[in-house]
């Protein structure tokens, strides 16, 4: 008779359907514990993100100054990925250069790299011709597909071969100035019109072009968009 009146018992615990929802509820918390733990875990992982990210912001940028602090390889090492590019435009090296002169401002961000890159320099006649020859092939293979250097005489106070025209803010891109047999490099992320107001000669006439917010379809060499949305970098490939 006693284990027939537990079994009527709805409120005795050892009744199996109170058994059964006790499993249930216990289960429950241990979910919604882990739940908790997961969003927590994600605040903070976020947070941490939002304040790195303000804090290299807010860092002063790193400057560079005459052609000696001139190293193509050791700047493509270091802001290369973030800058969406490798710099082919620019020279090797400064070899046969006249008074060359180097400027660089960089600041690297937490997604990217912001500031500018100018090199400037004068050639004989003779040496003039086969940069430009070598620029004017500057070309980059990404999936499959070569992408080539445009020529540009109408965006720049100089014609202008160009590798990157804002494709993710950044523009790289070489004057050149056959009167004085000189080109000037130039590769910019996130310009602005304040920081570069010395180099305003070198910059587009059309200002406004920077403020752009789109930027995904704007042109360069190292990237492919394809129709499925599939996006390739020419440094995705070769890592």
């Known amino acids: 008779m006693k284990n027939l009146k537990n079994?009527?018992?709805?409120?005795?615990?050892?009744?199996?359907?109170n058994l059964k929802n006790f499993k249930l509820s216990k289960g429950l918390k241990i979910i919604l514990a882990i739940i908790v733990v997961l969003a927590l875990v994600f605040i903070i992982k976020g947070?941490?993100?939002?304040?790195?990210?303000?804090?290299m912001?807010?860092?002063p940028y790193e400057n560079a100054s005459g052609i000696d602090n001139y190293n193509k390889t050791?700047?493509?090492?270091?802001?290369?990925?973030?800058?969406?590019?490798?710099m082919l435009i620019f020279p090797d090296d400064t070899d046969n250069m006249i008074k060359p002169t180097f400027e660089a401002k960089l600041k690297?961000?937490?997604?990217?790299?912001?500031g500018y890159i100018i090199l400037q320099a004068r050639y004989n006649e003779q040496d003039y011709e086969k940069e430009v020859d070598r620029i004017s092939k500057v070309e980059c293979e990404v999936s499959d597909i070569v992408l080539g250097v445009r020529y540009d005489d109408k965006s720049y106070c100089l014609p202008a071969y160009v590798a990157i025209?804002?494709?993710?803010n950044v523009y790289e891109y070489a004057l050149m100035?056959?009167?004085?047999?000189?080109?000037?490099?130039l590769l910019l992320s996130y310009p602005e019109s304040e920081e570069l107001d010395e180099y305003k000669d070198y910059l587009k006439l059309d200002e406004s072009e920077y403020k752009g917010e789109?930027?995904?379809?704007?042109?360069?060499?190292?990237s492919r968009h394809f129709e499925d949305g599939e996006y390739i970098e020419y440094s995705d490939e070769k890592s």
Do not use: M, Q
């Open 214 to 222: 789109d930027t995904w379809d704007k042109f360069s060499i190292y």
């Open 74 to 86: 050791d700047i493509v090492e270091e802001h290369g990925s973030d800058l969406d590019s490798e």
């Open 7 to 17: 079994l009527k018992n709805p409120k005795n615990p050892k009744n199996p359907k």
């Open 108 to 114: 690297k961000g937490f997604f990217d790299t912001k």
């Open 177 to 185: 100035d056959d009167r004085k047999c000189e080109i000037t490099y």
């Open 165 to 168: 025209d804002g494709k993710s």
């Open 47 to 55: 947070a941490v993100v939002i304040i790195s990210a303000y804090f």
């Open 57 to 59: 912001d807010k860092a």
